[in-house]
């Protein structure tokens, strides 16, 4: 039977982290890539078996990387601290693991929860991030601070899994809008070097929403579908003004 590790990465993920673990303990090895967090996310872990390695945040990318480095087997499934693996994910992780067969990288679906429901539209169901079962030394990632992209090594297919983990993004509308100031931040930097004005901050933010809302069914997805939409506007909008107010420098600073 060939060995798998998991990694999981996290930062003051103390509510998620012990149910993330829970649902890899069939793995041979669970990796966890903390950024030195303060809420004892990092003990939590160790109780739990898990191996912790410290990376100091230098993007979600960097991140990564550094936790696929520190995996020891062939294998190695990702997996974050809001999601949960399934059972007939694990099972067919084993299998495709042991079949000599297997493509290099898959896909895996996820299933989100959020506002007391599955969401089944919204771009959420079934959504994807990078590959998260891969083999070692088949593929990186690049060092974007967030929407990081993955790079393969080989120029095979990718494979989907026929089953879903489960995704809980958000435990309430505060981590929604915590998330959505921090993942604005971090990709303003990536923005700011492009001409950038108000009305397109304007337009890319309602272009977001009416993506989500409209043309991804969020609207059907009833009041969750049209929060993720809302969400996704202020996300986008905002991460245009702080690249727009990262360009401007002191002329946006209070006269002194």
């Avoid at 059972?87 to 299998?95: D, I, N, S, Y």
């Avoid at 290099?104 to 969401?119: E, L, S």
């Avoid at 272009?207 to 989500?212: D, E, G, L, M, P």
Wanted: glycine share 8%; aromatic share 14%.
């Amino acid at each position: 039977m060939r060995k798998i590790s998991v990694y999981i990465i996290a930062f003051n993920e103390a509510e998620k982290v012990a149910a993330a673990i829970q649902s890899v303990r069939w793995a041979d090895e669970i990796i966890v890539a903390d950024s030195w967090s303060t809420d004892g996310t990092p003990d939590i872990a160790a109780q739990l078996g898990a191996k912790i390695i410290q990376v100091p945040f230098k993007g979600f990318g960097d991140l990564r990387n550094q936790a696929v480095a520190a995996c020891s087997h062939e294998w190695i499934f990702s997996l974050d601290a809001d999601e949960r693996c399934t059972p007939e994910v694990a099972l067919e992780v084993r299998g495709l693991a042991d079949n000599p067969n297997s493509l290099d990288a898959y896909w895996v679906p996820r299933r989100n929860f959020f506002m007391g429901r599955w969401i089944r539209h919204s771009g959420w169901y079934p959504n994807f991030r990078q590959p998260q079962l891969f083999r070692k030394g088949s593929m990186q990632y690049d060092l974007k601070e967030v929407h990081e992209n993955f790079i393969m090594a080989s120029v095979g297919p990718l494979g989907t899994l026929k089953n879903a983990i489960w995704q809980f993004p958000f435990k309430n509308m505060s981590e929604v809008l915590h998330k959505a100031n921090r993942y604005s931040t971090l990709g303003a930097q990536r923005i700011s070097e492009h001409k950038l004005t108000m009305a397109s901050a304007l337009i890319h933010g309602l272009w977001s929403f009416f993506k989500h809302y409209v043309f991804k069914l969020g609207i059907l997805d009833g009041w969750a579908g049209l929060v993720i939409a809302i969400g996704n506007f202020e996300g986008t909008f905002y991460r245009y003004v702080k690249a727009i107010e990262i360009q401007k420098g002191a002329q946006w600073q209070a006269p002194k």
